[in-house]
């Protein structure tokens, strides 16, 4: 299920970002928004479906997302996945079947 928000801490997001370049940051941004939306919270491990989704033509946008990738994401199973947005998925997903079960 696609949670249609997600949580964002600005001071913890900004301690463990502050050292990418501009293209760098928003190929984050883009790749944990990609990453929420799609089942499972995660991407498939396929460069080329993960830079069209991105939206990375240029050779600085495609590197920007490969620098992203190397350093924030994990790939197991064939699946790009990062780990404090797949905890904070499960957090949100919890809550959210709580909320359905209560309602009923």
């Not at 600005?10 to 760098?24: G, M, N, R, V």
């Not at 089942?39 to 240029?58: F, I, K, L, N, Y």
């Not at 924030?72 to 199973?77: A, D, K, L, R």
């Amino acid at each position: 299920m696609s949670l249609p928000y997600f949580p964002m801490y600005p001071s913890d997001f900004e301690a463990k970002t502050s050292h990418l370049t501009i293209a760098e940051d928003g190929a984050y941004n883009r790749l944990i928004r990609i990453c929420w939306m799609t089942p499972g919270c995660s991407m498939p491990a396929d460069e080329e479906w993960v830079m069209r989704r991105a939206r990375a033509h240029s050779e600085q946008d495609r590197a920007a997302v490969l620098a992203i990738l190397e350093e924030f994401f994990t790939v197991e199973n064939g699946r790009y996945s990062n780990a404090r947005l797949a905890r904070e998925f499960s957090a949100a997903n919890d809550a959210h079947e709580r909320r359905k079960v209560a309602g009923s």
